[in-house]
Structure formats: structure tokens, C-alpha cells
């Protein structure tokens, strides 16, 4: 049984004082939440240390960054390590979301090693893929994911494979309301699932537009274990509204 997952990724939203408010009311609305849901918040560093005792105060939601250096020191200016992200008791962290590679010229070799060092350092790391507008409309979506998953994941044995989580989200479905079909989804999550050997026990997430109101469509096809969302993780109650139909 692979886990189901529900992780927000609060991109650049929220000061840290909008981030307690917001976790004191989510955490009001966990126990509507079936204990099958693994609920993340992936937040933004300035945040992590005012989330990190209330969310140590119960199980239920675990405490997620959106990315990391692939050095776990060194001088690299501006940017935060691994260690730092586990001292705040950060469990997961988001790894090669498009956004990054779009506006930090993040590449496959970069992801490959900030994967490698987070699993050192005791973080699940959530590799995200997709395909951009241009891929998909030539058809070669798997192949390119299928690139960017092999990439990512060389060299982990099957235990370390066993702790990542895989976000396939389709660039032109981010933030536009036009989600993929969840048909299509599945059959790109299965293409990556088979990729390489290791990956049939690894939660695959699907991410663009999920909503409270289509997420239910995604979690019952059977590649799909959970959601990797954006705007509907930025209110609490929409959140949990989510994550009680992921379920
Ligand atoms: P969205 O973002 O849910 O707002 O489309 C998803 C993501 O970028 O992870």
C-alpha cells in the first residue's frame, strides 16, 4: 500500500505570523481529515521556525520546505542547507519544482544532487517533473518526465528510493485552471512508475489546479496517490476541504 499524500506548497506566500495564523485553523480541521492523508505544508523558510513547534505539538501534519542548496555548507550565499531545514524538524522538501528550474535555472544534474543530500540528511525529498506546453503538444510528455525522473534518481539504491515521493505536474496545468485529464495523468504516472526499476512502491503526486472539487477524480486513478497543490493550500479550510476528498 503506497501512502496518500497531501502536500500544499505555499510558493512565496505567507510571513510567518500569516503561517501561525493559518496553522492554528488548519489544525482545528485535521481531525476531519481521515489518518489515511499524510498532510504537508510546505512553507517558506521564514516561516519554519514559528511553524515548527506547533506543528511538534501533534503527528498528523509534518512540516515541508520548497527547496534546498545540494551542499550542506559552504560559501553559498543566500542559501540554506539540508541540516538547517532538519534542525526546524523539516521532513520533507520539494525538489526541482518547475518554478525553480524556470526562474533559478535549476537543471536535472541539480535536482540529482539535492535529492542525494537530502536523503542524507533525513529529508523526504519531493521531485517534481512535468512537461512544458511546447512537449506536450508534440505528444512527447512521458518521454520527457521519463528523462527527468532518470535524472533525478540516479544512483539511489532501493532504500533510498523507497523514502522519495514523485510530483508529476504538467507545467501549463500550474496555476491556470486548466488541469490535465486524470486519465492522461495516470498514464504518465505509469510511464514513470516503470521508468526504473524501485519506483512501484513510491507515492506519485499529481499537481496543477487541484482542487477540494476535482482531487477526488485524480486519487481514484490507480497510479495516483495524492496532490501537490498550490493555490487551494492557501486557505485552511479550502486545504482541508481538499484533503478530506483526496482521501
Ligand atoms: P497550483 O500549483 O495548484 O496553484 O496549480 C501547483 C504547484 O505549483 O505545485
Redesign the pocket.
Known sequence: MRQRICAG?WKMYKTASEAVEYAGRFLDLVPSIPASVEVVLCAPFTALDALSPILRSQSRVKLGAQTMHWQCEGPYTGEISAPMLAEFGVQYVILG?SERRQYCGETDEDVRRKTATALRAGLRPIVAVGEPSAIRELGNQREHVEFQIRAALEGLNEQELRLVTIAY?PIW???TGQNCDAADANETMRAIRSCLPGLQDVPILY????KAENVAQYTAQPDIDGA?????SLDPRTFAALARAAA
Open positions: 506548497n519544482h505536474e496545468a500550474i496555476g499537481g496543477g489546479s487541484v501537490l497543490v498550490g493555490g487551494a
